[in-house]
């Protein structure tokens, strides 16, 4: 299992504010993942990112953007934060196992947009 | 591209009895299948994960899941249903040679009841 964090794991704030969500990984893994998920809802890819300096968008848009200075740490920012933006954010790492991919997922940041 | 496709989106089950979700999936070559858990509140935990090899696969609190290529399935069971099963149930299908994002399922509420 690969160890993934997230900060914060709550967040309240009001409209119009700049906000990082953090997300971490000791393992040491090349690809990223952050999705977005309502609650009890499906998981929807933002963005990911298969290494250093490379970034992407995913299934869903996003007014957020991503960052991948190192490997091991994968920032989303919204920079101007709305009600709409309320949600759960799922940050995931993944390493290669055979010719795919398994995916390892943090324990979220619950967003909330006043 | 890869799809998968959950029918069901709520089950409910009495503790002590058996429980089968069902996941198919449509990819043109052999898939790399996955089921994933999530507790409210929490990120998603991997079940279980089949490359190739034996079709019934045993993963983690007791679950294994076989998979079917004649009927594109691969169906998550557990004999007998635990109240701290209750949670939310994700399958997710990776493709060769695994440069793309898993594609998830929308998810099967599993509820438990007395």
């Known amino acids: 299992e690969a160890d993934i964090y997230q900060t914060p794991r709550y967040l309240v704030i009001g409209t119009g504010k700049k906000i990082t969500l953090e997300c971490s990984q000791t393992m040491g893994h090349d690809k990223m993942y952050w999705y977005q998920q309502d609650p009890g809802m499906e998981l929807h890819l933002i963005h990911y990112s298969y290494g250093v300096n490379s970034t992407e968008k995913g299934d869903l848009s996003s007014e957020s953007t991503v960052s991948r200075i190192r490997t091991e740490h994968f920032p989303l920012t919204l920079e101007s934060a709305r009600p709409s933006h309320t949600s759960q954010y799922l940050c995931a790492s993944s390493e290669p196992t055979g010719a795919t991919d398994t995916q390892y997922f943090g324990p979220g940041t619950r967003l909330t947009v006043l | 591209a890869q799809s998968v496709t959950q029918p069901d989106i709520h089950i409910t089950v009495s503790e002590g009895a058996s429980l089968e979700l069902r996941c198919n999936y449509s990819y043109g070559a052999t898939p790399y299948l996955f089921w994933y858990v999530q507790s409210p509140g929490q990120g998603l935990q991997l079940l279980l994960k089949?490359?190739?090899?034996?079709?019934l696969v045993q993963g983690i609190k007791g679950f294994e899941a076989e998979f079917k290529r004649s009927q594109s399935s691969f169906n998550l069971r557990k004999p007998s249903v635990h109240w701290s099963d209750a949670a939310e149930y994700f399958c997710?299908?990776?493709?060769?040679?695994?440069?793309?994002?898993?594609?998830f399922g929308k998810g099967t509420r599993l509820s438990v009841i007395a």
């Open positions: 089949y490359f190739s090899g034996d079709t």
């Open positions: 997710a299908v990776g493709a060769r040679p695994g440069n793309t994002p898993l594609v």
